[in-house]
């Protein structure tokens, strides 16, 4: 397939603004063809005022007709091949059985979606029956269902330019509940997003979709997204990238004359805590999986384990030096762009100046800075050190970590108190561990959308109970996930009606039950009908 | 009991500050006894710093004990007696038979929040079980459930001196779900608050909850309410008010550096459409019945009917009639405060000056502004007049509605495509009428909260399927509501625990499924255990 360059405003193609950008091959520092036009101001207004005019047309489409719809997406997506995973892997960096990988994971949620909206009961249809002699008024029929909320802008984040990007949860969770979508490309992987744009805009054709349903804009500057989260049009945006970034268009969102949800995703330190029954049974292998866990993906995920915390022992430090070991045999690799590497080297080099903290060790080999690699690092602090230091909080977004020596369980307690909110917290422990450190569990709990046991937070299974999310920093709405089913709750609204006559209710809401979907009658669970 | 015009904090009682403010009662022009104190900072400190400690042990505690520790308040405040509704009707100048149907309510809705947290299944819980053979990956053991979020802010509402204050559904929802709550007072009905958190106190000490999972704080000025929502301790408010305090205090939630969730709720216009199978069959019935509504509870509802829309016809003019008759006949009665009083009286004064409105009618007799007496006031206007001024769609909180006469079923659209977002939207019709004006319905799907079909929006059922919301400006936040079960989603976030031993997991999410609750396992809703 030929990429334009061009933004996919339904099915018309634009390029307006002479401003243009390119991807590039950070591995070899090349340029990819063609360039990109920064959308401008009429091309914004265009995507949305299609999508607000698609809205109505999309929503009433029978939940069938969307479910086929997410169905072809996948269709589409794997019949772009192999040329999805190359123009991926070209951008990124990221080896090609990753993006395959990324791939795999984009048609599973997207047929995961199908399913629920197939299935129906996501609506949380609710009744309860009238009662006309009730005193001293009589009770009304009041019944609910969740409805969609109109058209979401959604920014994809940089390091999966496949699983979450075009075709990410965000998107799929989107179509699912009812509402368009105008997605801002990223500009790091911008042909990885026309292909995958193309195959959306081929699966609502093929399925009959409103134009407008999906429209893909372009920009390298800011000025694109912040346009983008101000136009009226839009009901609510999902972005999943920077702290910096998601805080800059959440204020944004929040300021505009009619205020939308800005759901950011904004990754987070995961702290990782080493207790002594697990030190104890298994230090070695344990740092054999922290610097795998660590390394992959050459650090470059919300879910990284940026921080280590273990009780000073003679296990903490044979673990200790079994990490340093490993990073010093993991060879530098590619990180995603120009930007993210000289993000990563300035903070290395900014780390290697503090006295908080001092060097445990790196890649031995050296990185290439024209290929964009990224050497991995381990540093050690104690806890006066890590308190004394708040900027140690801080994700550094790469392959690096900070080993935290604790005197005391109370010490341990007393840091994860200091922590920021984060997406995922996670023990390594003997089972007794978890009862002795109850206290420290109560605190992560406050603390962490997901708590993990004796394994990483990297590599997030795709699935209803999976919860990505947390308190702030980490995302900017504790209720709502990015990741797994309830993510359809960012883009959905309860609407009630009251005496309403049953043939014109919502099908979820109709005596019947058509549908058969899970109810709540008065109160109980059910899949039974009333009778009417 | 003697009131005293202290905070209660805990089980402290503080009043540092020699700032102070009384109550007054509207209708005899008196002020009312005790004085009560400004909050200051260290007392606003000592409060939700209390709530933080109280978190944990009270989260902690099992759900039976929460649904105790509501039940206990509910008989608090039935023991509370005449008492209660009394100082309620003095100082809010409600008729006290109003203030005994807010009690109803008041128990009505602890009682439903108790028997939501004995039955269980609103914690969502969810597990998708391991697959240890799954390639290239085992897949891990992901169980999900709802926690709460931390101490909560609540800001009651000035027209529900019992029903939407101390003793809402904000702070009962907050108390099911395992939040703590801090109550900044209401100061047009300071002594109601005070009597119902020492209600709310007692229940507390006799069900042993920790101390400080429930305070109360006085103040008029904003300072007070600023300076709670400011404090870092919080998790998230809520509030029942002005457009202009609630999106105040939602600017200075979401510019904290550790933002919260401000759950405003703060009225709406209600649009009413009075379509042509009603008027035919019955305007002078609906004339009565409109009135009513628009009059009751002097008007002062966050759901009263504030524009009315027909067709230009025979019928539209005999309704509009006997509307006008019907509010001549209403005797002005006293409305809440002097403040209230005031912001009508000069609204009505704007609106008779505006040229896009006519005067059509209003309460024969003269309202007494030394008993804060209202008028009844109804307007009329047509299609170019209305959306010539967009002053017109905003709330005037009173006995004031504006009727609309359109020209055709189009223009009737037009104008709901206009219309702000709304609590409510309501149609008066035949069945018919809902198939002829489909798309009249379409969009007010995406203008409102709840729909109602021959009712009117005032007098809300509490009940599961209730929503309470809608889009801004009706609320902050479209997906949450302040009143029904669904209430409870405002103060709670998903947690999720991978690879979590049975033992150490939440009740809701251990195998056997000790309490019983309804369940998503593998996607499919059971209330059966788990071969472990």
Known sequence: MTLTGKHLIGNRESSESSETFSAANPALGTTLEPRYHEATESEIDAAVSLATSAFDPFRRRLAEARADFLDAIANEVLALGDELLDRASAETGHPLPRCASERDRVVLHTRQFAELVREGSWVDARIDLPDPTRRPLPKPDVRSLMQPVGPIAIFGASNFPIAISVLGADTMSAFAAG????????????????????????????TRMPEGVFSLLHGKSHAVGTALVRHPGLAAAAFTGSLAGGRALFQIANARPIPIPLYAEMGSVNPVFMLPGALKARSA????????????GVGQFCTNPGLVLGLESEEWSDFSEKARKNVASWSPATML????????????A???QRESVELLGRSAREADPAKCEAAAYLFRTTQQGLLGDPTLFEELFGPVSTLVGCGSPEDMIAIAETLDGSLSATIHGAETDLADYAGLVEVLQRKAGRLIFNGYPVGIEVCHSMHHGGPYPATTHSHFTSIGTRAIRRFIRPVCYQDWPDAMLPIELQNANP???????NGQKTRDGVVG
Chains 1, 2 share one sequence.
């Open 515 to 521: 549908r058969g979907v899970w109810r709540m009658l």
């Open 285 to 296: 292998s344990i740092a054999d999986s922290f610097v795998t866990a660590l390394t992959t």
């Open 179 to 206: 509402c368009p979508v105008v997605i801002k490309a990223h500009p790091g992987h911008p042909g990885t997003c026309e292909l995958a744009a193309r195959a959306v805009l081929r699966a609502a054709a093929a």
């Open 337 to 348: 762009h120009a930007g993210i590497h000289g993000a990563y080297e300035s903070g290395i």
């Open 350 to 352: 900014a780390l290697l």
